[in-house]
Protein backbone atom coordinates (compact mmCIF):
# COMPACT_ATOMS: atom_id res chain seq x y z
CA UNK A 1 0.00 0.00 0.00
CA UNK A 2 0.94 3.74 -0.58
CA UNK A 3 -0.19 6.20 1.79
CA UNK A 4 1.41 9.88 0.79
CA UNK A 5 3.77 11.73 3.30
CA UNK A 6 2.50 14.86 4.20
CA UNK A 7 3.62 16.94 7.22
CA UNK A 8 -0.15 16.89 8.22
CA UNK A 9 0.48 13.46 9.67
CA UNK A 10 2.48 14.72 12.72
CA UNK A 11 -0.23 17.56 13.84
CA UNK A 12 -2.85 14.80 13.19
CA UNK A 13 -1.19 11.70 15.47
CA UNK A 14 -0.45 15.02 17.92
CA UNK A 15 -4.19 15.58 18.18
CA UNK A 16 -4.87 11.95 18.09
CA UNK A 17 -2.70 10.81 21.22
CA UNK A 18 -2.46 14.00 22.99
CA UNK A 19 -5.31 16.12 22.76
CA UNK A 20 -4.99 17.77 26.13
CA UNK A 21 -1.61 18.18 26.02
CA UNK A 22 0.22 21.35 25.89
CA UNK A 23 1.20 21.65 22.53
CA UNK A 24 2.87 24.88 23.07
CA UNK A 25 3.81 27.91 25.37
CA UNK A 26 4.09 31.17 23.40
CA UNK A 27 6.16 34.23 24.33
CA UNK A 28 4.33 35.57 27.11
CA UNK A 29 5.81 38.78 26.45
CA UNK A 30 4.86 40.08 22.69
CA UNK A 31 3.94 43.22 20.48
CA UNK A 32 0.70 41.65 19.84
CA UNK A 33 -1.27 39.24 22.06
CA UNK A 34 0.19 35.66 22.75
CA UNK A 35 -1.17 32.46 22.29
CA UNK A 36 -1.40 31.46 25.51
CA UNK A 37 -0.63 27.70 26.04
CA UNK A 38 -2.95 25.35 23.25
CA UNK A 39 -3.08 22.05 23.57
CA UNK A 40 -2.73 19.77 21.07
CA UNK A 41 -6.78 19.85 20.23
CA UNK A 42 -6.55 23.63 20.34
CA UNK A 43 -3.75 23.75 17.91
CA UNK A 44 -5.25 21.17 15.19
CA UNK A 45 -8.23 23.87 15.62
CA UNK A 46 -5.87 26.65 14.71
CA UNK A 47 -4.17 24.85 11.73
CA UNK A 48 -7.57 24.28 10.47
CA UNK A 49 -9.19 27.93 11.28
CA UNK A 50 -5.87 29.09 9.72
CA UNK A 51 -7.05 26.28 6.76
CA UNK A 52 -10.39 27.60 6.13
CA UNK A 53 -9.35 31.34 6.42
CA UNK A 54 -6.93 30.41 3.21
CA UNK A 55 -9.76 28.78 1.52
CA UNK A 56 -12.14 31.92 1.91
CA UNK A 57 -9.12 34.14 0.41
CA UNK A 58 -9.30 31.74 -2.77
CA UNK A 59 -5.85 30.56 -2.03
CA UNK A 60 -5.41 27.20 -4.28
CA UNK A 61 -3.49 24.43 -3.32
CA UNK A 62 0.14 24.61 -4.35
CA UNK A 63 -0.52 29.53 -3.49
CA UNK A 64 2.16 30.82 -1.28
CA UNK A 65 1.92 32.07 1.97
CA UNK A 66 4.81 33.92 3.35
CA UNK A 67 5.11 34.46 7.35
CA UNK A 68 7.63 36.82 8.10
CA UNK A 69 7.96 36.53 12.50
CA UNK A 70 10.13 35.17 14.83
CA UNK A 71 9.23 32.44 16.65
CA UNK A 72 5.93 32.26 18.12
CA UNK A 73 2.92 29.87 18.40
CA UNK A 74 1.30 31.49 15.06
CA UNK A 75 4.30 30.59 12.65
CA UNK A 76 4.58 27.11 14.25
CA UNK A 77 0.92 26.80 13.64
CA UNK A 78 1.50 27.90 9.77
CA UNK A 79 3.46 24.79 9.82
CA UNK A 80 0.62 23.03 9.57
CA UNK A 81 -2.43 25.60 8.49
CA UNK A 82 -0.68 26.34 5.67
CA UNK A 83 1.19 23.16 4.38
CA UNK A 84 -1.28 20.46 5.47
CA UNK A 85 -3.71 21.57 2.96
CA UNK A 86 -1.43 21.50 0.14
CA UNK A 87 -0.29 25.16 0.05
CA UNK A 88 3.05 26.35 0.29
CA UNK A 89 4.64 28.10 3.17
CA UNK A 90 7.40 30.45 2.59
CA UNK A 91 8.94 31.63 5.77
CA UNK A 92 10.98 35.06 6.02
CA UNK A 93 13.79 35.89 7.96
CA UNK A 94 12.36 38.75 9.81
CA UNK A 95 15.57 40.55 10.10
CA UNK A 96 16.38 41.03 6.10
CA UNK A 97 15.65 44.46 4.67
CA UNK A 98 12.44 45.51 3.30
CA UNK A 99 14.24 44.97 -0.53
CA UNK A 100 15.22 41.65 0.52
CA UNK A 101 11.65 41.00 1.81
CA UNK A 102 10.40 42.13 -1.21
CA UNK A 103 12.37 40.73 -3.68
CA UNK A 104 11.40 37.31 -1.97
CA UNK A 105 7.81 37.65 -1.51
CA UNK A 106 7.43 38.83 -5.57
CA UNK A 107 9.94 35.92 -6.52
CA UNK A 108 8.20 33.47 -4.78
CA UNK A 109 4.80 34.94 -5.88
CA UNK A 110 3.23 34.85 -2.75
CA UNK A 111 -0.05 36.02 -2.52
CA UNK A 112 -0.67 36.48 1.01
CA UNK A 113 2.03 37.62 3.86
CA UNK A 114 1.33 37.67 7.36
CA UNK A 115 4.10 40.01 9.62
CA UNK A 116 4.65 39.94 13.34
CA UNK A 117 3.44 43.17 14.94
CA UNK A 118 7.21 44.30 15.46
CA UNK A 119 7.73 44.42 11.63
CA UNK A 120 4.65 45.25 10.47
CA UNK A 121 5.35 48.16 8.57
CA UNK A 122 7.51 46.16 5.94
CA UNK A 123 3.85 45.27 4.92
CA UNK A 124 2.90 48.61 3.58
CA UNK A 125 5.37 48.64 0.65
CA UNK A 126 4.87 44.96 -0.69
CA UNK A 127 2.90 44.62 -3.78
CA UNK A 128 0.63 41.45 -2.83
CA UNK A 129 -2.92 40.59 -2.54
CA UNK A 130 -3.68 39.46 1.04
CA UNK A 131 -1.51 41.39 3.91
CA UNK A 132 -2.09 40.83 7.76
CA UNK A 133 -0.25 41.72 11.14
CA UNK A 134 -0.20 38.35 13.06
CA UNK A 135 -1.74 38.67 16.63
CA UNK A 136 -5.01 40.04 14.16
CA UNK A 137 -6.57 36.47 14.50
CA UNK A 138 -10.03 37.24 12.62
CA UNK A 139 -7.32 37.76 9.35
CA UNK A 140 -5.52 34.69 10.46
CA UNK A 141 -7.97 32.47 11.66
CA UNK A 142 -11.53 31.47 10.16
CA UNK A 143 -13.08 29.72 13.28
CA UNK A 144 -15.85 27.27 12.98
CA UNK A 145 -15.21 26.29 9.78
CA UNK A 146 -14.05 23.48 8.25
CA UNK A 147 -11.66 23.90 5.73
CA UNK A 148 -12.15 22.11 2.27
CA UNK A 149 -9.69 19.18 2.00
CA UNK A 150 -6.11 18.58 -0.20
CA UNK A 151 -7.98 16.69 -2.65
CA UNK A 152 -4.99 14.62 -3.72
CA UNK A 153 -2.29 15.03 -1.28
CA UNK A 154 1.21 14.49 -2.75
CA UNK A 155 4.23 13.53 -0.96
CA UNK A 156 6.22 15.31 -3.66
CA UNK A 157 4.17 18.67 -3.54
CA UNK A 158 6.52 20.89 -2.51
CA UNK A 159 5.52 21.81 1.25
CA UNK A 160 7.93 24.98 2.28
CA UNK A 161 10.33 27.48 0.04
CA UNK A 162 13.05 28.40 1.92
CA UNK A 163 15.13 31.22 1.17
CA UNK A 164 19.01 31.21 1.82
CA UNK A 165 20.49 33.27 4.37
CA UNK A 166 22.75 35.14 1.71
CA UNK A 167 26.34 34.45 2.46
CA UNK A 168 26.72 35.84 -1.01
CA UNK A 169 24.44 37.21 -3.02
CA UNK A 170 20.41 36.78 -4.00
CA UNK A 171 18.83 34.15 -2.03
CA UNK A 172 17.65 31.17 -3.69
CA UNK A 173 14.38 29.70 -2.72
CA UNK A 174 14.77 26.20 -1.68
CA UNK A 175 11.99 23.64 -2.63
CA UNK A 176 11.48 21.26 -0.18
CA UNK A 177 8.80 18.90 -0.60
CA UNK A 178 6.53 16.69 2.01
CA UNK A 179 8.46 13.82 1.62
CA UNK A 180 11.52 15.33 2.05
CA UNK A 181 10.17 17.34 5.41
CA UNK A 182 8.66 13.87 6.88
CA UNK A 183 11.99 11.85 5.98
CA UNK A 184 14.09 14.79 7.08
CA UNK A 185 12.28 15.23 10.59
CA UNK A 186 11.52 11.71 11.40
CA UNK A 187 15.46 10.51 10.88
CA UNK A 188 16.41 14.00 12.55
CA UNK A 189 14.28 12.74 15.30
CA UNK A 190 15.31 8.80 15.61
CA UNK A 191 18.71 10.06 15.67
CA UNK A 192 18.49 12.86 18.76
CA UNK A 193 15.63 10.45 20.49
CA UNK A 194 12.63 12.29 20.57
CA UNK A 195 9.99 11.30 22.81
CA UNK A 196 6.62 12.43 24.29
CA UNK A 197 9.01 13.45 27.33
CA UNK A 198 10.57 15.82 25.33
CA UNK A 199 10.31 19.89 26.10
CA UNK A 200 11.74 21.59 23.05
CA UNK A 201 12.89 25.06 23.48
CA UNK A 202 13.42 26.84 19.79
CA UNK A 203 16.39 28.67 20.26
CA UNK A 204 16.90 28.06 16.46
CA UNK A 205 15.12 30.67 14.04
CA UNK A 206 11.77 28.36 13.03
CA UNK A 207 11.97 30.28 9.51
CA UNK A 208 15.61 28.92 9.44
CA UNK A 209 15.74 25.19 7.28
CA UNK A 210 12.06 25.02 8.84
CA UNK A 211 13.70 25.23 12.12
CA UNK A 212 15.85 22.02 10.78
CA UNK A 213 12.65 20.05 10.82
CA UNK A 214 12.28 19.73 15.02
CA UNK A 215 8.85 21.50 14.95
CA UNK A 216 7.54 18.48 12.79
CA UNK A 217 9.16 15.90 14.92
CA UNK A 218 8.37 17.04 17.88
CA UNK A 219 4.73 17.57 17.64
CA UNK A 220 4.45 14.32 15.51
CA UNK A 221 5.63 12.76 18.86
CA UNK A 222 3.40 14.90 21.34
CA UNK A 223 6.33 16.61 22.48
CA UNK A 224 5.82 20.27 24.10
CA UNK A 225 7.35 23.34 22.47
CA UNK A 226 8.76 26.55 24.36
CA UNK A 227 8.68 29.31 21.88
CA UNK A 228 11.19 31.86 22.58
CA UNK A 229 11.29 34.90 20.70
CA UNK A 230 15.26 36.36 21.18
CA UNK A 231 18.37 34.55 22.07
CA UNK A 232 19.36 35.75 25.45
CA UNK A 233 21.96 33.34 27.05
CA UNK A 234 20.42 34.28 30.96
CA UNK A 235 16.61 33.56 29.60
CA UNK A 236 17.88 30.07 27.90
CA UNK A 237 18.81 28.74 31.40
CA UNK A 238 15.59 30.44 33.03
CA UNK A 239 13.43 28.73 30.75
CA UNK A 240 15.37 25.37 30.66
CA UNK A 241 14.55 25.42 34.58
CA UNK A 242 11.11 26.66 34.55
CA UNK A 243 10.08 24.72 32.16
CA UNK A 244 12.03 21.45 32.37
CA UNK A 245 13.55 22.03 28.80
CA UNK A 246 15.43 18.44 27.65
CA UNK A 247 16.42 19.73 24.09
CA UNK A 248 16.97 22.52 22.12
CA UNK A 249 18.86 23.04 18.62
CA UNK A 250 21.14 25.89 17.67
CA UNK A 251 24.06 27.89 16.38
CA UNK A 252 27.37 27.73 18.05
CA UNK A 253 26.86 31.91 18.82
CA UNK A 254 23.77 30.66 21.10
CA UNK A 255 26.63 28.32 23.06
CA UNK A 256 28.50 31.23 23.70
CA UNK A 257 25.72 33.29 24.55
CA UNK A 258 24.69 30.20 27.19
CA UNK A 259 27.75 29.55 28.66
CA UNK A 260 28.42 33.39 29.03
CA UNK A 261 25.54 33.57 31.33
CA UNK A 262 26.05 30.38 33.09
CA UNK A 263 29.51 32.02 34.18
CA UNK A 264 27.33 34.62 36.34
CA UNK A 265 24.30 32.04 37.14
CA UNK A 266 23.85 31.36 41.26
CA UNK A 267 23.51 28.26 42.09
CA UNK A 268 23.16 24.92 40.19
CA UNK A 269 22.85 24.95 36.33
CA UNK A 270 20.02 23.82 35.27
CA UNK A 271 19.27 20.68 32.73
CA UNK A 272 22.42 19.09 34.31
CA UNK A 273 22.33 15.64 32.74
CA UNK A 274 19.21 16.29 31.55
CA UNK A 275 19.52 19.00 28.23
CA UNK A 276 20.67 17.87 24.94
CA UNK A 277 21.60 20.41 22.41
CA UNK A 278 22.18 20.07 19.01
CA UNK A 279 24.65 21.97 16.64
CA UNK A 280 25.02 23.05 13.24
CA UNK A 281 25.34 26.08 11.08
CA UNK A 282 28.80 26.91 11.60
CA UNK A 283 31.78 24.78 13.22
CA UNK A 284 32.15 24.61 16.65
CA UNK A 285 35.13 25.25 18.81
CA UNK A 286 36.38 21.81 20.05
CA UNK A 287 36.88 24.29 23.20
CA UNK A 288 32.97 25.51 23.51
CA UNK A 289 32.19 21.80 23.02
CA UNK A 290 34.55 20.77 26.61
CA UNK A 291 32.84 23.97 28.28
CA UNK A 292 28.84 22.67 27.18
CA UNK A 293 29.80 19.18 28.56
CA UNK A 294 31.64 20.16 31.42
CA UNK A 295 30.14 23.53 32.60
CA UNK A 296 26.30 23.34 31.76
CA UNK A 297 26.55 18.85 32.09
CA UNK A 298 24.73 19.18 28.70
CA UNK A 299 24.84 16.85 26.00
CA UNK A 300 26.50 18.29 22.99
CA UNK A 301 25.26 16.63 19.68
CA UNK A 302 26.53 18.11 15.80
CA UNK A 303 24.96 18.11 12.97
CA UNK A 304 25.81 19.11 9.40
CA UNK A 305 23.44 20.28 6.86
CA UNK A 306 21.87 23.21 4.36
CA UNK A 307 19.10 24.50 3.82
CA UNK A 308 19.05 22.51 0.43
CA UNK A 309 19.16 19.05 2.59
CA UNK A 310 16.51 19.75 5.00
CA UNK A 311 19.17 19.87 6.77
CA UNK A 312 19.94 16.24 8.19
CA UNK A 313 23.35 14.60 6.58
CA UNK A 314 25.72 14.35 9.18
CA UNK A 315 24.96 13.34 12.89
CA UNK A 316 28.03 13.01 15.60
CA UNK A 317 26.71 12.11 19.05
CA UNK A 318 28.82 10.59 21.62
CA UNK A 319 29.04 6.70 21.47
CA UNK A 320 29.21 4.24 23.99
CA UNK A 321 32.86 3.57 23.31
CA UNK A 322 33.51 7.17 24.13
CA UNK A 323 31.93 7.07 27.34
CA UNK A 324 35.61 6.73 29.31
CA UNK A 325 37.38 9.11 27.04
CA UNK A 326 38.83 12.43 28.87
CA UNK A 327 36.68 15.28 28.17
CA UNK A 328 39.19 16.84 25.81
CA UNK A 329 39.41 13.95 23.77
CA UNK A 330 35.67 13.39 23.47
CA UNK A 331 35.11 17.29 22.60
CA UNK A 332 37.54 17.10 19.66
CA UNK A 333 35.92 13.76 18.13
CA UNK A 334 32.56 15.60 18.59
CA UNK A 335 34.08 18.33 16.45
CA UNK A 336 33.79 16.23 13.56
CA UNK A 337 30.36 16.95 11.23
CA UNK A 338 29.67 13.68 12.11
CA UNK A 339 29.09 10.22 9.73
CA UNK A 340 25.58 10.08 7.75
CA UNK A 341 22.37 10.21 8.40
CA UNK A 342 19.81 6.97 7.94
CA UNK A 343 19.33 6.95 4.09
CA UNK A 344 21.98 9.79 3.44
CA UNK A 345 24.73 9.10 1.25
CA UNK A 346 28.00 11.54 1.65
CA UNK A 347 30.75 11.50 -0.54
CA UNK A 348 33.61 13.84 -1.39
CA UNK A 349 34.93 14.67 -4.88
CA UNK A 350 38.30 14.76 -6.58
CA UNK A 351 38.29 18.81 -5.64
CA UNK A 352 37.42 18.05 -2.24
CA UNK A 353 33.85 19.47 -2.21
CA UNK A 354 31.28 17.93 0.13
CA UNK A 355 28.48 16.00 -1.88
CA UNK A 356 25.72 14.38 -0.51
CA UNK A 357 22.24 12.40 -1.56
CA UNK A 358 19.12 11.76 -0.02
CA UNK A 359 15.36 11.81 0.39
CA UNK A 360 15.90 15.41 2.06
CA UNK A 361 17.80 16.86 -0.78
CA UNK A 362 15.37 19.55 -1.82
CA UNK A 363 13.32 19.46 -5.04
CA UNK A 364 14.98 22.21 -6.77
CA UNK A 365 15.66 25.93 -6.80
CA UNK A 366 11.88 27.75 -7.14
CA UNK A 367 12.04 29.48 -10.75
CA UNK A 368 15.79 29.11 -11.27
CA UNK A 369 16.36 25.57 -13.07
CA UNK A 370 19.53 26.26 -14.38
CA UNK A 371 20.94 26.42 -10.62
CA UNK A 372 18.91 23.83 -9.79
CA UNK A 373 20.63 21.14 -12.50
CA UNK A 374 23.87 22.74 -11.29
CA UNK A 375 23.39 21.85 -8.15
CA UNK A 376 22.21 18.45 -8.49
CA UNK A 377 24.67 17.65 -11.30
CA UNK A 378 25.73 14.03 -11.44
CA UNK A 379 22.80 12.76 -9.27
CA UNK A 380 24.82 14.01 -5.91
CA UNK A 381 23.93 17.66 -4.58
CA UNK A 382 27.26 19.92 -4.31
CA UNK A 383 27.40 21.44 -1.04
CA UNK A 384 30.03 24.12 -1.81
CA UNK A 385 31.52 23.03 1.42
CA UNK A 386 34.79 21.98 1.58
CA UNK A 387 35.90 18.72 3.63
CA UNK A 388 37.09 15.28 4.08
CA UNK A 389 36.31 12.13 5.14
CA UNK A 390 38.86 11.14 7.78
CA UNK A 391 39.69 7.60 8.66
CA UNK A 392 36.69 6.42 11.02
CA UNK A 393 34.61 7.71 8.01
CA UNK A 394 33.84 10.58 9.64
CA UNK A 395 32.84 13.86 7.49
CA UNK A 396 34.87 17.16 8.77
CA UNK A 397 34.03 20.06 7.23
CA UNK A 398 37.32 22.27 6.46
CA UNK A 399 36.17 25.61 5.05
CA UNK A 400 33.01 27.07 2.55
CA UNK A 401 34.71 26.62 -0.86
CA UNK A 402 35.00 30.11 -1.42
CA UNK A 403 36.40 30.81 2.33
CA UNK A 404 39.74 28.51 1.68
CA UNK A 405 42.85 30.37 2.14
CA UNK A 406 45.74 29.42 -0.08
CA UNK A 407 48.62 30.80 1.39
CA UNK A 408 52.54 30.15 -0.14
CA UNK A 409 50.55 27.52 -2.46
CA UNK A 410 49.15 25.56 0.13
CA UNK A 411 45.42 24.68 0.94
CA UNK A 412 44.84 26.68 4.71
CA UNK A 413 41.40 25.24 6.26
CA UNK A 414 39.97 28.84 8.30
CA UNK A 415 38.14 26.36 10.49
CA UNK A 416 41.03 24.51 11.80
CA UNK A 417 42.85 27.64 12.41
CA UNK A 418 39.79 29.26 14.00
CA UNK A 419 39.40 26.26 16.38
CA UNK A 420 43.05 26.75 17.78
CA UNK A 421 42.96 30.19 18.36
CA UNK A 422 40.04 29.76 20.45
CA UNK A 423 41.57 27.63 22.39
CA UNK A 424 43.40 30.23 24.14
CA UNK A 425 41.42 31.22 27.53
CA UNK A 426 41.34 35.34 26.46
CA UNK A 427 40.10 34.52 22.87
CA UNK A 428 35.98 34.66 22.72
CA UNK A 429 35.42 35.16 18.47
CA UNK A 430 37.64 34.30 15.96
CA UNK A 431 37.31 34.69 12.40
CA UNK A 432 40.50 33.77 10.01
CA UNK A 433 40.74 34.91 6.16
CA UNK A 434 43.17 35.48 3.33
CA UNK A 435 44.34 39.30 2.79
CA UNK A 436 46.07 40.10 -0.27
CA UNK A 437 49.82 39.59 -0.07
CA UNK A 438 52.50 39.71 -2.26
CA UNK A 439 54.52 37.11 -1.03
CA UNK A 440 52.30 34.46 0.20
CA UNK A 441 49.61 35.18 -2.38
CA UNK A 442 47.40 35.07 0.75
CA UNK A 443 47.96 36.26 4.36
CA UNK A 444 46.30 33.88 6.90
CA UNK A 445 44.66 36.42 8.84
CA UNK A 446 43.03 36.03 12.65
CA UNK A 447 40.16 38.75 13.40
CA UNK A 448 39.57 38.31 17.01
CA UNK A 449 37.11 39.44 19.47
CA UNK A 450 39.17 39.26 23.34
CA UNK A 451 37.73 38.73 26.61
CA UNK A 452 39.56 42.77 26.85
CA UNK A 453 41.88 40.73 28.92
CA UNK A 454 44.53 42.21 26.75
CA UNK A 455 45.94 39.38 25.18
CA UNK A 456 48.87 40.44 22.19
CA UNK A 457 48.62 39.04 19.22
CA UNK A 458 51.94 37.62 19.52
CA UNK A 459 50.89 35.72 22.00
CA UNK A 460 48.18 34.32 19.94
CA UNK A 461 50.59 33.65 17.04
CA UNK A 462 53.00 32.39 19.87
CA UNK A 463 49.82 29.85 20.89
CA UNK A 464 49.21 28.84 17.17
CA UNK A 465 52.43 28.00 16.61
CA UNK A 466 52.72 25.07 19.20
CA UNK A 467 49.93 23.76 17.30
CA UNK A 468 49.48 24.40 13.79
CA UNK A 469 52.17 23.78 11.15
CA UNK A 470 54.12 27.39 10.15
CA UNK A 471 51.91 27.61 6.94
CA UNK A 472 48.79 28.07 8.39
CA UNK A 473 49.88 30.01 11.49
CA UNK A 474 48.64 33.34 11.07
CA UNK A 475 51.01 35.79 9.88
CA UNK A 476 48.61 38.92 11.13
CA UNK A 477 46.03 39.32 14.10
CA UNK A 478 43.74 42.09 14.29
CA UNK A 479 41.85 43.01 17.13
CA UNK A 480 38.14 43.89 16.47
CA UNK A 481 34.48 44.77 18.79
CA UNK A 482 32.48 42.35 17.13
CA UNK A 483 32.27 39.95 13.58
CA UNK A 484 29.62 40.45 11.14
CA UNK A 485 26.61 37.21 11.44
CA UNK A 486 23.74 36.35 9.73
CA UNK A 487 20.81 36.37 11.27
CA UNK A 488 21.38 32.54 11.81
CA UNK A 489 24.56 32.98 13.56
CA UNK A 490 27.00 32.35 10.10
CA UNK A 491 29.97 34.75 9.86
CA UNK A 492 29.75 36.76 6.64
CA UNK A 493 33.75 36.49 5.91
CA UNK A 494 32.47 38.07 2.45
CA UNK A 495 32.21 41.26 4.52
CA UNK A 496 35.46 41.15 6.43
CA UNK A 497 37.48 40.40 2.98
CA UNK A 498 35.97 43.53 1.38
CA UNK A 499 37.91 46.23 2.72
CA UNK A 500 41.05 44.17 2.18
CA UNK A 501 40.39 43.05 -1.20
CA UNK A 502 38.83 46.49 -2.48
CA UNK A 503 42.11 47.56 -4.07
P1 LIG B 1 22.17 27.13 5.78
O1 LIG B 1 21.68 26.67 4.46
O2 LIG B 1 21.93 28.58 6.01
O3 LIG B 1 21.67 26.31 6.89
O4 LIG B 1 23.75 27.00 5.79
C1 LIG B 1 24.38 25.79 5.53
C2 LIG B 1 25.86 25.95 5.71
O5 LIG B 1 26.18 26.06 7.10
C3 LIG B 1 26.65 24.76 5.23
O6 LIG B 1 26.86 24.78 3.83
C4 LIG B 1 27.94 24.90 6.03
O7 LIG B 1 28.81 25.84 5.41
C5 LIG B 1 27.46 25.48 7.35
N1 LIG B 1 27.33 24.41 8.34
C6 LIG B 1 26.21 23.77 8.72
N2 LIG B 1 26.47 22.85 9.67
C7 LIG B 1 27.80 22.89 9.90
C8 LIG B 1 28.69 22.16 10.74
N3 LIG B 1 28.26 21.22 11.58
N4 LIG B 1 30.01 22.48 10.66
C9 LIG B 1 30.47 23.42 9.81
N5 LIG B 1 29.67 24.15 9.02
C10 LIG B 1 28.36 23.89 9.04
Known amino acids: MYYPLTVRDFLDRAAHVYPDRVAVVDEPEQPGPSLGEPTYRELAALARAQAAKLDQLDVPVGGRVAVISQNSARLLTSFFGVSGWGRVLVPVNFRLTQPEIDYIVRHSGASVVYADASCADVLDTLDVKHKFVLGDDEDLFLRDTEPRDWAAPDESATASVNYTSGTTARPKGVQLTHRNLWLNSTVFGLHTTISD?????????????????????????????????????????????????????????????????????????????????????????????????????????????????????????????????????????LGRAGVPALGVRVDVDVDGEVLTASNHNLDGYWDQPEETAKAQAGGWFHTGDGGYLDDKGYLVISDRKKDVIISGGENVSSIEVEDVITSHQAVREVAVIGIPDAKWGELVTALVVTDGSGVTAEELIAHCRTRLAGFKTPKRVDFVESLPRTATGKLQKFKLREPFWRE
Open 197 to 333: RDVYLHTLPMFHANGWGMPYGVTGVGGRHIVLRQIDGAEILRRVERHGVTLMCAAPAVLNAVLDAAADWEGEIPGRDRVRIVCAGAPPPTRTIERVMGELGWEFIQIYGLTETSPLVTVNRGREEWDDLEPTDRARR
